[in-house]
């Protein structure tokens, strides 16, 4: 009876953790003090409003790369200085081309950036 219970409740604690991660591909227009704007993305089309997400300070900053095997994204390289690298500046913004996948854990208010992952397009 113990057991069942445990294994029962290991469980929902288990799919409350999944629940609170979330990932977002963002076409990035700017990049504040712990913080990343820009717009979320629909397959090719962007939203129509800008979003802002919180970034934790121990936040993953990586190349991206799509594994065709298992058809998801995962981390390749770290970048170097994360996101005060020559990739994420002004200038580079403005161009557009700065497309990121953001995984965040928590919920609301809660909600923060763990890990980004950069996919430069263009030269």
Do not use: H, Q, W
């Not at 057991?3 to 953790?17: E, K």
């Not at 504040?32 to 409003?49: L, Q, V």
């Not at 996948?101 to 263009?122: C, M, Y």
Request: hydrophobic content about 35%; glycine content about 10%; proline content about 1%.
């Amino acid at each position: 009876m113990l057991r069942t219970l445990s294994c029962a409740v290991s469980a929902l604690l288990l799919c409350g953790v999944i629940a609170f991660a979330a990932d977002y591909t963002v076409s990035v227009t700017e990049i504040g003090d712990g913080t990343i704007t820009g717009y979320k993305m629909k397959g090719k089309d962007k939203d129509e409003k800008t979003t802002t997400f919180k970034v934790a300070k121990d936040a993953k900053v990586a190349k991206g790369m799509f594994d065709k095997e298992t058809k998801s994204f995962k981390a390749g390289d770290p970048i170097e200085n994360g996101l005060k690298n020559e990739m994420f500046s002004a200038d580079k913004l403005k161009e557009g081309k700065t497309r990121v996948r953001l995984t965040t854990e928590g919920e609301g208010d809660a909600e923060k950036v763990t890990t980004i992952l950069s996919f430069n397009r263009g030269k």
